[in-house]
């Protein structure tokens, strides 16, 4: 958990995510009044994860964020794989 979450009764977990046999297996919940939000929750992990790489790789941070802004836009235009959404109560939680 991120270090200013812990003991906070005022924040609410709103995705988890794990790669399984090469696919992505994520947990969510609405969480927002807006869809719009998610947009921003997506940018705010996509910068984060172009930190790491400048930091861990030989991409720049500018690099790694346009690679993965360009995946994201070619996932939205042709998605390789639509996947499911089931509710919790569908998934014996």
């Given at each position: 958990?991120?270090?200013d979450v812990i003991g906070r009764d005022d924040a609410t977990?709103?995705?988890r995510a794990f790669v399984l046999d090469g696919g992505l297996s994520i947990a969510f919940q609405?969480?927002?009044e807006?869809?719009?939000m998610w947009g921003l929750l997506l940018v705010d992990i996509a910068r984060h994860a172009a930190r790491a790489y400048s930091?861990?790789?030989s991409y720049s941070e500018e690099e790694a964020l346009a690679r993965i802004v360009d995946m994201?836009?070619?996932e939205i235009a042709r998605p390789t794989d639509m996947g499911t959404t089931a509710p919790r109560s569908q998934q014996g939680h």
């Open positions: 958990m991120p270090p977990e709103v995705l609405r969480a927002f807006e869809p719009d930091r861990e790789s994201f836009e070619a």
